[in-house]
């Protein structure tokens, strides 16, 4: 019997319930960018504000019907982007078509996101460790997809102080979080300047994306 037969070739389990599909985006890349564009064109990237007062180093969008926003009075899900007051874009289908064949792989069939929260991660700028709350069905997974410069990721136990292990997320790296996994703490160290990806946008050069998709509703 194979030593990993319980695994495929590219699917590689990082913990119970939480799943690395290394490269699984590389071929659908220039979609996913072409996409990405015509997202931003839309709702451009901002950095929004925690409730505490601290702007985010981050910069984010959303697409879908809900979007994920953070301002003094606390973090939530809206359907209109505030700052022009429009539905967030329809998600591209190749962003749905991704995440949706990354849950099925991972042995989630049914994974209907009705959001997909994208960060921009310029040098220096990180994620310090959270918990995915705001979203109502916490059976339902996230997916998430890295573009761009290589990061590297926290990932914690269920309360903060838990240790963590760093794992390194590159260019077309898809992870499913689901199950027990669904709540841990995670986090984003500070981008380091690197090299990117050979053909790469000027826009979507020296930073990370990262997608994640999430059933918000
Ligand atoms: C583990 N984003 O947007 S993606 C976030 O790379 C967020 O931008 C990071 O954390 C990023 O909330 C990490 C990986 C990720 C996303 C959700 C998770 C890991 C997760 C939910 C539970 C456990
Ligand atoms: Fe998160």
Same mark, same amino acid.
């Given at each position: ?13 990082? =913990?119970? *319930? ?9 071929? !659908?890349?220039? !979609?996913?960018?072409?996409?990405l564009?015509?997202v931003i064109?839309?709702?451009p990237f901002r950095h929004?504000?925690?409730?505490? +007062?601290?702007?985010m180093s981050v910069a984010m969008s959303? &697409?879908?019907?809900? #979007?994920? %926003? ?22 591209? !289908?190749? @962003?749905?078509? =991704?995440? $949706? ?5 991972? +042995?989630?069939? *049914?994974?209907?996101?009705?959001? &997909?929260l994208i960060n921009r991660y310029n040098i220096?700028a990180?994620m310090? =460790?959270? $918990? *995915?709350?705001? !979203?109502?069905?916490?059976? $339902?997974?996230?997916?998430? %997809?890295s573009l761009g410069l290589?990061a %590297? @990721?926290?990932? #914690?136990? @269920? $309360? ?8 390194? =997320?590159?260019?077309? *790296?898809? %992870? ?12 984003i160290?500070?981008l ?11 826009a979507l050069s020296n930073c990370r994306i990262n997608l994640?998709?999430?059933?918000? +509703?």
């Amino acid at each position: 019997m194979d030593l990993f037969s319980s695994q495929q070739a590219d699917k590689l389990i990082i =913990l119970p *319930d939480a799943y690395l599909l290394k490269g699984l985006a590389l071929p !659908e890349q220039t !979609e996913l960018l072409a996409g990405l564009q015509d997202v931003i064109s839309l709702s451009p990237f901002r950095h929004m504000v925690t409730p505490g +007062g601290f702007t985010m180093s981050v910069a984010m969008s959303n &697409c879908g019907s809900l #979007g994920w %926003v953070t301002d003094r009075s606390g973090y939530r899900y809206t359907a209109y982007d505030p700052l022009n007051d429009a539905p967030w874009p329809a998600m591209p !289908e190749a @962003f749905l078509a =991704l995440a $949706q064949n990354a849950a099925t792989k991972s +042995g989630y069939p *049914d994974f209907q996101p009705d959001a &997909c929260l994208i960060n921009r991660y310029n040098i220096d700028a990180r994620m310090t =460790l959270h $918990q *995915d709350k705001n !979203e109502v069905d916490f059976t $339902q997974p996230i997916v998430s %997809v890295s573009l761009g410069l290589n990061a %590297v @990721f926290q990932l #914690g136990g @269920f $309360q903060r102080t838990d240790k963590t292990i760093k794992l390194p =997320l590159a260019h077309g *790296d898809v %992870v499913v979080w689901g199950g027990s996994s669904r709540m841990r703490f995670h986090g984003i160290l500070p981008l380091k300047a690197g090299l990117s990806p050979p053909n790469i946008t000027p826009a979507l050069s020296n930073c990370r994306i990262n997608l994640t998709f999430r059933k918000a +509703g």
